[in-house]
């Protein structure tokens, strides 16, 4: 394939960001990227997660851009124009909403991908 006909896809840009928790335990972020999808990360740093994972551990579950709006409606914030607003939000009344067994009981689609070390 020449040079002239190569189509590339570039990754998502990270447009937005806000913290849940930052301590020294656990952190815990929204992301969202300019395609519209929805990233939570984690990362726990603690005795018992070093016990348990060896070391440290981290986590990203992405929702696609044509989840999220079940997802909002899912915790109550379908009319939300602040998608991490409204995430935040929802999190701040119930932690579980940005947790992978409230995505599976619910039967919202989405990848994950861990790290521990």
Sequence with gaps: MSEDTKTT??????????TLRDDAACALWLRLFDNG??????????KTTAEFWGGDY???INIKTE????YLALIG???ADDVLGAVAEAYAE??????TRFLDAHEVEYSFFSWSG
């Excluded at 999808?37 to 740093?45: A, P, Q, V, W």
């Excluded at 989840?67 to 079940?70: A, C, E, H």
């Excluded at 119930?94 to 947790?99: A, I, P």
């Design 9 to 18: 896809t570039a990754a998502p840009r990270q447009v937005a960001k806000v």
């Design 77 to 79: 914030k379908a009319d």
């Design 58 to 60: 981290e986590w990203h």
């Design 37 to 46: 999808s929805l990233e939570i990360d984690g990362y726990g740093n603690d």
């Design 67 to 70: 989840d999220v709006g079940g």
């Design 94 to 99: 119930r932690s579980e909403v940005v947790s």
